[in-house]
């Protein structure tokens, strides 16, 4: 439970992160809240030559709104995501999942931005992400560019952010009047990961299904986006054999692994059963529940 | 001798917070505020530190082992392997079951995370680079990990060490994977009553493979002094002085240059009794270097190869009249021993006092048969917080008797009323062997079913399952044994389970104990100061115990199987017993009267119908020093080795209440009500602490502890992040209740209460989880019930739509 040896770095800007890591590149990692690649250094899974504490970099911890859209600095913490204003305001979702995540221990120095550029599939972010249609600024040696949460998951632990990249900024769009948004999460206890998990977000216009979007946590490789399921709820009246329907097809889109929190069978019902509980709970909020 | 008015007997007894007083623990200002002193508290001057390179495998041939790359790390002093301690004749260790176990692996791995070398270093971090480039050479072996194959005609043989040995500690083997077959009861009696049953059951009930997880992890500092030539080992051990003796008997240093210190230590539960690895591993290589040597535990470490507990395979049959009168019990039980039968119970005992397996029931014929087997896991079988393989049996019957009430259609509560032990048939023999020494069993149940509205349960329930919703309500009347034990049934490797108590009493009054148990947490340095401060009138914060080191406590053989109240707690009254004797002698001779003149009142000897004329217990203890009669000797000091008549069985009533979300899986208990009959209780905020942590660690058990092995031997899930330890989170709230029944046999009346609850515990949260399901005509679900074990059931039930 010791990692190996390390040169450890503490830039006090982004451009001077983002030149030491063009520099490192692949040998070195970026230590954000370190409550996923520190346990992973200590059993030696991850062995970087490098780390690149960004704790010092004040900017990439605000949290603010323009125009619509959340711009949340990749450094702000869980439980920063919780005491925040703005994203009760603009969001909750965030800040309810956030609360779902891990422990206070681990809340106060986990950080959006780790947990999403971490490429877990069993983290909570990246599927809410999926649901909320968010994405990720990323800066790199040639400068910035913006990656759709829909384009950004390739793999397990592999997302599209190149070695030399870093993720400053989570932008998510403020969630519309008549929407509802939920996040499920089954766990065999507090401060598990999710043995699986569903983010609903349901726009409802004259009583039918304007927009919706669904995601799933810890079912697959990656985060899953069940569009599908989002697709066959658009434009019609919800009711239970809709979201019993809407459940089977976010079903058939999992894959989970089989470990101790269960056989792939039960993950994918479970799945199926999260999803029907989050659009439950996404449509009452929507109606004004 | 005074002449004063005395405050009442009653208010002078309060202030000794004696027996019956809630006192708070002496332990806990130090404890509480981190000022308790652990293993790892402990720094001496020149530590070097070890820590093992461990086996990927769970089953393979060491071909070679290369350490030039480790031992060319900045700061790593040595390297041992089996080769190196072949010589001293220590790669191998007896364990305490007549086996031995591999110190460091010799031509062979067993288990995965076995134990391959030791290394040790300056400090952690070198020795955690060092292990990393020790490079060892395995062959792959087959491996067996499900026990039930490992007694099948081409199972490959695990432990070619034994080849041609027919016998590994405890009796005739039969195959070479077979360790032992151990059977008690009278068969024939008992074949011709289900011969002859109205009805019988029958039901395969498993104990999963589970880990006790104390908060502190295994470790030890050995420390040797070349020019003295005595070795100090501090360490987390539950037995102290069995550790001294086994350790001068396989290192072979004489006895009286062995120092074994026990501090504080982070609870135990079994899990500290047996010797590991470590300890020998760090003592040769604090001889060999001659520095102190420190290895502590990784949590990995301790969760996969540190003792385990239960993993008992088992097979419990019922027969039964009509109208539910048990007749017989059948049990067949295959007892996974892992690679080494490394596990911990009397000598003379291979299955521990699993033979208590007719519980609380009158049950006229029982016969037990116990295969035990190797299989490629960490060796083991201790008892966790429950008294050796009592919690196994209390399962067994616990389950059988649900089983067998689903079978006749009747309550469960009725059924165990028709066959609970009665009051009058105490001291009762059981048709295993065991005499129960005291008991009011039918009281108990009418309590507790009282206490929750049983019937208002049951209704509650009816008008759920009508409505789909699944409730649980599980009972459990557990009978403990514990206390071990008296000397003629009990030893560990030929040395009697006696327990010790030296007492001193102060020329000012106040005292010292020492005791050859360890506490691990239960509060003993509360609890025994209680008993002596009643037995001598002495303010229990006036008096000091201490426990071990073995330099100055008497011998004993430590604590767990709840023996600590019933062993020791009785040599510390009779010990006290012995110094009121001589107290009376001293007393008389002070006030110039008979002894047979005097009385003894709370704290002091006063002349019978002259309450004014006193000597207290303070005066007394200053006249030892210097005043005594003419040939006396002069101090205040007795020891008392106690050899207990008897076992003392406590019991209780268990009721617990369960929601099923049958979407999910997840199991919610309402409610839980535990009340125990420990015979006098000492302190009770102590036994409720005690009944508290006990139903947390079976709530665990039940629902969601398990060790899980792959196929391939892989262990699985060796993490916290895996292995269920509830928080407050999930922890029920405990609604705790008692009934006194004394020991006959036991000085002040105890009998122990530590393990109770797991033993209790485990078998009522299982009933009311499969209670939930008993509707769909469900016998039995496996433990642990965690979400997706009961969402299995849902589903092939079809409630889960
Ligand atoms: C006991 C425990 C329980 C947990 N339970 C949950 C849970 O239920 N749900 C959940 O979602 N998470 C859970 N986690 C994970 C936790 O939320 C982590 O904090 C999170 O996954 C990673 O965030 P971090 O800030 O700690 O990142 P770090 O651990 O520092 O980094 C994680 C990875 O992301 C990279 N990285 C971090 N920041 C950046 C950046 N700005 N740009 C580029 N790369 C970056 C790092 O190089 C590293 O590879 C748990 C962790 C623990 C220890």
Not at chain 1, 194 to 217: N, P, S
Not at chain 2, 57 to 63: E, N, P, S, V
Not at chain 2, 259 to 264: E, G
Not at chain 2, 440 to 459: F, I
Request: contains cysteine; proline residues 6%; glycine residues 10%.
């Amino acid at each position: 439970m010791i990692p190996g040896n390390f040169d450890y770095h503490r830039p006090g800007s982004v451009d001077e992160a983002a030149a030491l890591l063009g520099r490192l590149g692949e040998d070195a990692k970026v230590l954000a809240g370190g409550h996923s690649l520190l346990p992973m250094m200590k059993l030696r899974l991850a062995e970087p030559k490098s780390l690149i504490d960004l704790g010092a970099i004040a900017e990439l911890r605000v949290i603010r709104e323009k125009d619509g859209v959340l711009q949340i600095g990749a450094m702000a913490t869980e439980a920063a995501l919780i005491a925040s204003d703005l994203i009760r305001r603009h969001c909750p979702l965030i800040a309810e999942a956030a609360a779902l995540i891990a422990d206070p221990q681990v809340r106060n120095r986990g950080t959006i931005g780790g947990d999403i550029a971490h490429g877990d599939p069993g983290n909570d972010h990246p599927a809410i992400m999926l649901a909320l249609g968010a994405s990720f600024v990323l800066r790199g040696g040639k400068g910035e560019r913006v990656v759709a949460a829909g384009d950004f998951y390739r793999a397990l632990f592999e997302t599209a952010m190149k070695a030399d990249e870093l993720l400053v900024e989570i932008r998510v769009p403020a969630l519309r009047p008549g929407t509802g948004a939920s996040y499920q999460k089954l766990k065999r206890k507090v401060g598990d990961f999710a043995i699986a998990g569903a983010a609903a977000v349901i726009g409802i216009k004259d009583g039918r299904c304007g927009h919706a979007a669904i995601a799933l946590t810890n079912v697959g490789p990656t985060a899953v986006n069940a569009e599908a399921a989002a697709a066959l709820l658009v434009g019609k009246a919800i009711d239970e054999a809709l979201i019993g329907e809407a459940a089977k097809l976010a079903m058939s889109a999992c894959a989970p692994t089989a470990d101790l929190r269960g056989p792939v069978e039960y993950k994918t019902r479970m799945a199926g059963e999260m999803t029907r509980r989050a659009i439950r709970e996404a449509l009452k909020r929507a109606k004004g529940g | 001798m005074t002449d004063v008015i005395v405050a009442p007997s009653k208010e002078r007894e309060a202030g000794l917070a004696g027996i019956g007083s809630h006192r708070k623990r002496k332990e806990d200002p130090r404890l509480i505020q981190g000022k308790g002193q652990f293993l790892d508290d402990l720094k001496l001057p020149g530590t070097v530190f070890g820590d093992f390179v461990r086996s990927p495998h769970a089953h393979a041939k060491i071909k070679a082992i290369r350490a030039d790359k480790a031992k060319a790390v900045p700061g790593i002093i040595a390297v041992l392997t089996a080769e190196d301690l072949k010589p001293l004749n220590l790669h191998w260790m007896p364990t305490l079951a007549g086996d031995r176990q591999a110190v460091l692996a010799h031509e062979k791995v067993h288990f995965q995370n076995q134990e391959v070398a030791f290394v040790v270093g300056e400090d952690r971090y070198a020795v955690a680079d060092a292990i990393q480039l020790v490079e060892v050479d395995y062959e792959a072996l087959p491996v067996v990990i499900d026990p039930k194959k490992a007694m099948a005609p081409n199972a490959p043989t695990l432990r070619d060490d034994l080849t041609g040995k027919d016998n590994a500690g405890q009796g005739p083997r039969r195959h070479p994977n077979h360790i032992f077959n151990w059977s008690v009861g009278d068969k024939a009696a008992t074949d011709k009553a289900f011969a002859g049953a109205a009805v019988t059951v029958k039901e395969d009930i498993a104990y999963q493979r589970v880990f006790p997880c104390p908060l502190e992890t295994c470790g030890c500092v050995a420390s040797m002094d070349p020019v003295r030539g005595e070795l100090t080992l501090y360490g987390t051990f539950q037995a102290p002085h069995v550790v001294r003796t086994v350790v001068s008997l396989i290192a072979g240093l004489p006895e009286h240059k062995i120092h074994v210190i026990a501090q504080d230590i982070g609870g135990g539960f079994g899990g500290k009794v047996g010797a590991y690895p470590g300890y020998i591993c760090s003592a040769v290589a604090s001889i060999v270097i001659g520095r102190p040597v420190k290895w502590v535990e990784s949590r990995m470490d301790n969760l996969s190869t540190t003792a385990f507990a239960r993993d008992y395979h088992m097979t419990g049959e019922l027969a039964a009249d009509k109208d539910g009168k048990i007749r017989a019990l059948r049990v067949y039980v295959l007892a996974d021993h892992g690679a080494f039968n490394a596990h911990a119970q009397p000598t003379k005992w291979p299955a521990g006092l699993f033979s208590i397996v007719t519980g609380s029931y009158d049950i006229g014929a029982a016969h037990v048969a116990v295969d035990g087997v190797f299989t490629n896991k960490a060796p083991g079988g201790v008892a966790y917080r429950c008294s050796f393989r009592v919690t196994e049996a209390s399962y067994l019957i616990e389950r059988m008797v649900d089983v067998l009430a689903l079978k006749l259609g009747m309550d469960p509560a009725d059924l165990r009323r028709k066959n609970l032990i009665q009051p009058e048939q105490f001291p009762y023999k059981s048709a295993l062997g065991w005499e129960y020494d005291s008991g009011v069993y039918p009281a108990a149940l009418e309590k507790a079913l009282k206490a929750v509205d049983y019937k208002g349960l049951r209704q509650e329930q009816a008008e759920k399952r009508k409505r789909g919703e699944l409730m649980g309500i599980g009972l459990a009347f557990f009978t403990e044994i514990v206390g071990a034990g008296p000397t003629r049934n009990c030893d560990i490797l030929g040395i009697g389970m006696f327990d010790s108590c030296e007492i001193r009493v102060h020329p000012t009054g106040s005292i010292i104990a020492r005791l050859g148990t360890k506490s691990t947490g239960q509060g003993h340095e509360t609890t025994y100061a209680q008993i002596i401060a009643s037995e001598l009138g002495i303010p229990s914060d006036d008096i000091m115990i201490e426990e071990g080191n073995t330099d100055t406590a008497p011998y004993g053989l430590g604590t767990y199987g709840s023996r600590s109240t019933p062993v020791a707690g009785a040599a510390c009254a009779q010990a006290a017993r012995t110094i009121r004797e001589k107290a009376k002698k001293i007393a008389a001779h002070m006030m110039e009267v008979s002894e047979t003149d005097l009385e003894w009142d709370v704290d002091r000897f006063q002349i019978k119908g002259v309450p004014q004329k006193t000597v207290t217990m303070k005066q007394i203890a200053m006249a030892a020093y210097s005043n005594v009669p003419a040939g006396m000797q002069h101090g205040l000091e007795a020891t008392n080795y106690y050899d207990p008549p008897n076992f003392t069985y406590p019991f209780g009533a268990y009721i617990c209440v369960v929601d099923v979300d049958r979407f999910t899986g997840e199991t919610k208990v309402r409610r839980f009500y535990a009340l125990d009959d420990c015979g006098t209780r000492i302190n009770p905020m102590i036994i409720e602490g005690q009944v508290h942590g006990g139903l947390t660690e079976a709530f665990a058990i039940a629902m969601g502890q398990e060790i899980v092995y792959d196929e391939t031997g892989n262990v699985l899930g060796a993490s916290l992040m895996d292995y269920f330890v509830p928080t407050s989170v999930e922890t029920p709230v405990w609604e705790t209740d008692f009934t006194v029944t004394p020991s006959p046999h036991h000085p002040i009346g105890a009998k122990g209460v530590g393990e109770s609850p797991n033993v209790g515990g485990v078998s009522a949260f299982s009933n009311a989880v499969i209670d939930a399901f008993a509707h769909h005509g469900v016998t039995h679900m496996p433990m642990p019930h965690t979400p997706w074990r009961v969402s299995e059931v849902c589903h092939r039930l079809g409630i889960d739509k």
